[in-house]
């Protein structure tokens, strides 16, 4: 039944957006809500499993459970140690995180001051590592979803996205139409894999798209 198909199983979900400093009172940030994943972390309690929950900066509250752990991160790189070590425990590991792909190269321990006459600011922004991609490389025997947020070749790009992070699942959002993508209640995604054609799922309700991905897992996993 949906509440035993996962029973058993441990996920691994991550949410929210990871923020990256500049200095004491400044950072690097994005629009990520963290209802995206936290829908899925609800799905997947609901559907039995134990879930690890690591989540960036995220503006809903975030659900109390017997079977969840929740760990809170600020950075890329916070996120990434927390997420390898899970890792090994777990059977599915699902990337709803907005994660920084650049960081700046210095954080200055003072609050950086503007200059007497000073009309420009230009910050160094170093790569920051793929934490699904680090994962895709390493996986044994767990399922992995990520997301391709786009705002243009929405299939092309998360094509990509699927071939070069090793992912099982793309989740692809179309993140510039209008009730889609950040900070809203719904999403409208299309589900890619390596060896079928992409599904477009309607406009649904981002729990709902929670349900449908736990689902998707729940099936794979029985396999
Ligand atoms: O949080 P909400 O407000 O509910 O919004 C949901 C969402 C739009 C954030 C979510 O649906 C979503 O698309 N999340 C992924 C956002 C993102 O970072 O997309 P991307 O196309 O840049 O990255 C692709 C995948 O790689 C993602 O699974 C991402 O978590 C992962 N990634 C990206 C960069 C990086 N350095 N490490 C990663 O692991």
Redesign the pocket.
Known sequence: TASTRLANRHLLV????TREPLDPVRYIGN???????VAIVKAALAAGAKVTLIAGS??VALPIHPRLTVQRVTT?AEMLAAAQAAFPTVDAVV???????FRPATISDQKIKKQAGQEAFTVQLVK???????LGAKKTTQVIM?????TNDLLA?AKE?LAK?HADYI?A?D?SQAGS????AT?Q?TILTPDQAPQAWPLLT?QEVGHRLVALLAARLAK
């Open positions: 991550t949410a929210g957006g629009r990520s809500s963290g209802k995206m994943g995220v503006q890329t990337m709803a995180a907005a994660v920084a792909d920051n590592p793929d934490i699904l991609a680090t990520g997301f391709a947020a786009e790009h996205k992070k989740v959002n993140v993508g950040f900070g809203v999403d995604v981002k």
